[in-house]
């Protein structure tokens, strides 16, 4: 098999993959998400993913030490 069919057939699975998993619907949710909910959520996600690099800079100079 050639790179060129291997890709073809790696972005047709890898594509069939992502449209079998979103679930697409045309209903409305059937629970809103209130503004608070939102701003918790993403004060979450930052902090998790933020928190732990912000450290890490934070203290550079004592990983460089060791």
């Known amino acids: 098999m050639s790179l060129l ?33 939102q701003a918790i959520a993403m004060t979450t996600l930052m902090m998790t993913i933020l928190g732990p690099s912000g450290w890490i800079l ?3 100079e004592d990983y460089k030490k060791k």
């Open 58 to 60: 934070a203290h550079l």
């Open 5 to 37: 069919t291997v890709s073809r057939l790696f972005k047709s699975a890898l594509r069939t993959q992502l449209v079998s998993a979103a679930h697409l619907s045309s209903k409305p949710a059937k629970h809103n998400v209130t503004a608070g909910e």
